[in-house]
């Protein structure tokens, strides 16, 4: 970003990223139990159990123009400057180093957000992964 690290460290208290998921049409999404595959692969038990987890899926109608999605809703991770983080800048850490210990901290990634969201029925799995997913 051409910014001396440590002007960086020094004024920032924290960063929050965001982006917008549709969220699924409430007169026609479906509910389905997710395969233990796609349950393993998300880690889907963290937040709902693996007993009666159910999932949506988009599906299409006159209400939502056959899209099964109406409207948006926020999904975000809020990357907390701690000591920890901010030593790992300054010592020109790579992201993922700092992304892994901003979770072990207890940061929901976006996508870890997105997926709660998908828990509870406002957005799909698929929707989660298509504005998370790095291209
Ligand atoms: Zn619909």
């Known amino acids: 970003m051409g910014v001396e690290d440590y002007l960086l460290t020094s004024t920032l208290n ?4 965001q982006r917008l998921v549709r969220t699924l049409c409430t007169h026609c999404q479906r509910a389905y139990t997710p395969v233990p595959e796609l349950i393993d692969e998300l880690g889907l038990e963290r937040y ?6 159910q999932l949506h899926e988009a599906v299409g109608c006159d209400q939502c123009m056959n899209t099964g999605y109406i409207g948006r809703s926020v999904i975000a ?6 000591e920890s983080i901010r030593r790992l800048i300054l010592a ?4 993922t180093e700092i992304q892994r210990t901003a979770i ?3 940061m929901d990634t976006m996508q870890t957000d997105g997926i709660k969201k998908a828990v509870r029925g406002i957005t799909s799995v698929e929707e989660v992964m298509r504005v998370t997913q790095v291209i």
Do not use: C, K, N, Y
């Open 77 to 82: 991770e809020f990357l907390i400057l701690s």
């Open 14 to 17: 924290s960063i929050l990223s």
């Open 48 to 53: 709902a159990g693996r007993e009666g987890l």
């Open 104 to 106: 072990a901290a207890g």
């Open 92 to 95: 020109r850490a790579d992201g």
